[in-house]
């Protein structure tokens, strides 16, 4: 039996729950859920290690890795590897640092940039080669600063701020190929690639052929924006693909289900999240299931493939057999 590991969204139960510790705890109760996802310096800041570490253990979690989110600094809403101030800049690499820093006290392996100030709104407002090479160095700082902590760009259109400049597989690629360093890679979120209009099974491919997957988010939406819903609950077939090219892919690490509750219970949502993705991942596993594919790859049958998923989905015998 194949033992998957999961990590989950911790402020979808913050909202429940008065404290970290009593979210971390609830995080305990559902089973296969080993790992979280905490974010810096809103949950964990340079002075609150030691609680939080404390809090973990008393919950039996492991931390998989910290979430910088810059826009908890007013002063870089407008900019963080890329604001027009160098001091700005400055510091902002200096947070992403501590965030490292605070990841490894913590026991965690990685690091996820989110970019979510580095972007522009106005035509004219940006220089774009000035910028992309302020981003470039951000990330190669923060690399070079502990190579034992692996440094992840997650990419996404827009929100909140309106054009990011690393908004799709294909730019985070093209700034990681710059950025040249051996602990840099990529944190595909499954509704952020639907949100960017891609295939994000593609996505996963490119990232492993060009970069490094250091990080799959799990969840699902309509594509016109981050919807963050259970997983396999809008786009199940594609769910499927994106998990077959992670294994295909050989990505070993935490999927980390990246869902927000909205009115249902934060437990509930997490116990649907490991029960659909534990039975998603057995199919990819399935040695018939991933015997078909290959030959519906081989030949570019579309149909083979459809009815490959169908028969692995719902357990029908394949009529072309």
Known sequence: MTIYKFAARINSFLREYSSLEKALKAVATIPGVEYVDLNFPTHVTTTN?????????????KLNGLALRYYEYPELRLGAFTNASKTMRDKAIDVTKRGIDATAELGGTVLTIWPSQDAFR?????????????????FRAAAAHNPAVAVSAEYKPDEPRTYYL??????????????????????????????????????????????????????????????????????LQQTLEFLYSAVRGGYDGVYYFDTFPDGEGAVDELRLNVKVTTRLLDMVHDEDFRAG?????????GLAAAECAIDVMFGVASARA
Not at 188 to 213: G, K, Q, T, W
Request: hydrophobic share 40%; net charge negative.
């Open 293 to 301: 594919v290959a030959q519906a790859m081989e030949k570019q049958d």
């Open 166 to 235: 690393m908004n799709d597989i294909g730019s985070t690629l093209l700034v990681l190929g710059e950025v040249d360093h051996p602990n840099t890679g990529v944190t595909i979120d499954f509704c952020h690639s639907l949100y960017a209009r891609e295939n994000p099974a593609y996505a996963m491919d490119m990232a492993f052929r060009y970069s490094r997957v250091l990080g799959a988010h799990l969840n699902d939406g309509y594509g016109f924006r981050d919807d963050g819903m259970p997983v396999g609950s809008v786009n």
């Open 122 to 138: 106005y035509p004219l407002q940006a220089d774009y080669g000035q910028v992309l090479e302020w981003e470039v160095e951000g």
């Open 49 to 61: 290690v030691t609680d939080v570490k404390r809090a973990l253990d008393d919950a039996g979690l």
